[in-house]
């Protein structure tokens, strides 16, 4: 299996720009999770669907972030405007319902906004 | 509610030193513990897990042992090698939930 995939591995945008950051789960997997990752906050939840249904959104940051999971393979992290603050790695993870402790992270997506 | 606290880094040793991470916990009920491990470039992969109290979880020569009475999960390893070389997380799965909290993360730098 390919595990986890992210695209784009490196974004680099203007304050102000729209920025979408996509994930392919694993195949088979029931849940995925978007986290972000920066020095000062660690690593938090953003939010997880079930059977491509949000789950729980509480850990975004504000109306800007929105995602999306039109199907089973595929998700969306979407930021819009985006600002500095929101630079970050931002990660995708994906789980089997009955093993839903053992995620399996994909490669990241660093971001940068100037 | 929930949280993880785990120590400080970076840390550094000397190849076959042994090796110890600090984590404690705050949650509510019973919740699982894991430690996450994430080397250079790449995402984070689980290491191991303890499910309920006195659980010992053990991988690759690691280990960490659930203990509530102190809400500790402490991560060990008994002779480190270079390879060991990358940040390692604490996090916790809370009983009511599928939520992971995470902790910073302990960087560690095995030299030969």
């Known amino acids: 299996d390919a595990g986890v995939i992210q695209s784009p591995r490196h974004e680099v945008t203007e304050m102000g720009q729209e920025v979408t950051l996509r994930c392919k789960p694993i195949?088979?997997?029931?849940?995925l999770f978007w986290y972000r990752q920066t020095m000062m906050r660690g690593l938090e939840l953003l939010i997880y669907?079930?059977?491509?249904?949000?789950?729980?959104d509480s850990g975004m940051p504000e109306d800007r972030f929105s995602a999306k999971m039109p199907n089973a393979s595929f998700s969306t992290l979407k930021i819009q405007p985006s600002e500095p603050r929101d630079s970050a790695v931002y990660f995708c993870?994906?789980?089997?319902?009955?093993?839903?402790?053992?995620?399996?992270f994909g490669p990241g997506t660093r971001l940068t906004v100037t | 509610g929930n949280s993880v606290t785990q120590m400080e880094g970076p840390v550094t040793l000397s190849e076959e030193a042994f090796l110890t991470i600090n984590c404690t916990y705050t949650?509510?009920?019973?919740?699982?513990l894991f430690w996450y491990v994430q080397y250079p470039g790449e995402g984070l992969q689980l290491l191991l897990k303890?499910?309920?109290?006195?659980d010992k979880g053990s991988n690759k020569g690691f280990e960490a042992t659930y203990r509530k009475e102190t809400t500790s999960f402490h991560l060990e390893k008994g002779s480190v090698q270079v390879s060991d070389s990358a940040v390692y997380f604490c996090?916790?799965?809370?009983?009511?939930?599928?939520?992971?909290?995470f902790g910073t993360g302990t960087s560690l730098t095995v030299i030969p």
């Open positions: 993870a994906s789980s089997l319902n009955r093993k839903v402790y053992e995620q399996y």
């Open positions: 949650a509510t009920g019973y919740p699982s």
């Open positions: 669907f079930n059977n491509n249904v949000p789950i729980d």
């Open positions: 195949s088979g997997h029931d849940y």
């Open positions: 996090a916790l799965r809370s009983n009511t939930g599928n939520q992971f909290y």
């Open positions: 303890a499910t309920k109290a006195d």
